[in-house]
């Protein structure tokens, strides 16, 4: 069991041995946002255990930067370690930093530019197949994008194709495994011979064969090309620092997928239902990716004239952060305000909360991106807008999904109209991440801005 803090308080509803499992389970965050109103701390139970929901988000803040060091990386970390592995995600220091420099060139601005015009290429194949009047299911086709991107990116040969269809089709089943192991965290359960442990074993055993088996084969061709894996294969030989074994390369490869596929997808699959139930917005859109792209194609110095577009961005990660719930556990005692929480405690705090807070966002359920200009923005407090963390254990493919969503976006807004599917509502799947089952939506062809 936890250590109990004196003076803080337990949410409703707990459970004798289940805690608030069921609740977890049900409508997590509708729970969580509920627990803001209970004070900056509040204990919930997670199973038989007990952590601690961070609520104020200046704490929050000071968690992720003055106190990294005086917390590991939790308890969701730890539920995800069996397919996510040791890399930037779930490594704890010196390992995370060492391995954080050793990849930083990989991510500067010159080798971002350098994506683009394969995320480009690949977004126009995608948005170009569809037909006038066709019902696209968003989700998937996103997922698709998204994986096609990092696997050219991470891959610049053919030895990826294998390891896309894996992750194509093992990533869901692995994180909503990882959402029921968070909700219940109890360790012999996730040895039984159930029906979900087998799904979960299996898809992380074809998940691990395929990558293994590329990385053994960018080795024995010692491939050169420039991409990401290569960068990591010639990190291992630098001879001046440490480089990365081949399970750490494992580890890295798959902490990029979960970055650069399931969180892109996230928030395009949201982005997307957002603009076409909000066509005044859309259309505003519409207009400025036409005149930005007016005469030119959709590079990357072109992104820069969609401010609009990154706005729209930003409101769709703030409703619907990916990684709307983190957790930590305090290595040594850690001072919030009043409370002293001791070594060995589960702490969590809720981005989805956060940034829905009405005392900083004026009517916080509404999508509405002009928050996110001028003086509007400039009064909203770094620690309440967190959707890619922030301090030294900050997202560090951050720019490469600014680029990915960008450019995804601009190109269906530039081809299509994006409508609703009558008498569908968009639902949340049960999940680690924040993601919609589906997104089903009609797409018309968009007339050139001025022909009427």
């Known amino acids: 069991m936890t250590a109990t803090v004196p003076g803080v308080a337990s949410a409703p509803g707990r459970l004798p041995l289940l805690g608030h499992v069921h609740r977890m389970l049900s409508e997590p965050r509708r729970f969580f946002e509920s627990l803001r109103d209970a004070g900056d701390i509040v204990t919930i139970g997670l199973g038989p255990a007990r952590a601690y929901v961070i609520n104020n988000p200046v704490w929050v803040h000071q968690i992720l930067t003055r106190d990294v060091r005086k917390l590991d990386k939790g308890i969701a970390y730890e539920k995800s370690a069996p397919f996510l592995g040791n890399g930037l995600l779930n490594s704890t220091e010196p390992t995370h930093m060492a391995h954080r420099r050793l990849m930083q060139p990989a991510f500067h ?14 977004a126009e194949q995608r948005a170009s197949a569809w037909r006038d009047g066709q019902v696209v299911e968003f989700v998937q086709e996103i997922h698709t994008f998204a994986v096609a991107v990092v696997c050219r990116a991470l891959f610049s040969s053919d030895l990826g194709d294998s390891v896309a269809v894996e992750v194509e089709q093992t990533f869901p089943v692995l994180l909503k495994g990882v959402a029921r192991r968070i909700a219940f965290p109890v360790g012999w359960l996730e040895k039984l011979p159930t029906p979900g442990n087998r799904r979960f074993d299996r898809a992380r055993n074809q998940l691990d064969k395929a990558l293994t088996g590329v ?9 050169k090309d420039g991409d990401l894996m290569a960068m990591l294969l010639a990190a291992r030989a630098d001879g001046d620092r440490p480089g990365l074994s081949d399970q750490q390369i494992h580890d890295e490869a798959m902490a990029l997928f979960l970055g650069g596929v399931e969180t892109a997808r996230d928030v395009l699959s949201w982005t997307c239902h957002l603009l076409s139930r909000h066509p005044d917005i859309q259309e505003r859109l519409a207009a400025e990716v036409a005149t930005a792209l007016a005469g030119r194609s959709l590079d ?5 004239d969609l401010t609009y577009l990154r706005q729209v961005l930003s409101e769709a990660l703030r409703l619907y952060p990916p990684g709307w719930l983190l957790s930590r556990r305090t290595v040594t005692e850690v001072v919030l305000g009043e409370y002293r929480i001791p070594p060995g405690c589960n702490v969590l705090f809720s981005l989805h ?15 509405d991106p002009d928050r996110w200009a001028g003086d509007g923005a400039a009064a909203i407090p770094r620690t309440s807008f967190l959707p890619f963390g922030t301090g030294n254990r900050s997202c560090i493919g951050e720019p490469f999904a600014w680029e990915e969503m960008t450019i995804f976006v601009a190109a269906v807004i530039a081809r299509w109209k994006l409508h609703p599917s009558p008498g569908y509502k968009v639902r949340p799947s049960r999940s680690t991440m924040l993601q919609p089952k589906r997104v089903p939506l009609i797409v018309r062809a968009r007339r050139p801005i001025g022909t009427g």
């Open 300 to 304: 990357h110095t072109a992104l820069a």
């Open 215 to 223: 990385i053994t084969q960018y080795r024995e061709r010692g491939a």
């Open 109 to 122: 601005a010159t080798r971002i530019a350098g994506y683009a015009d394969q995320m480009r290429e690949v």
């Open 353 to 367: 909360a956060i940034q829905r807070d009405p005392a900083v966002y004026t009517v916080p359920d509404v999508f």
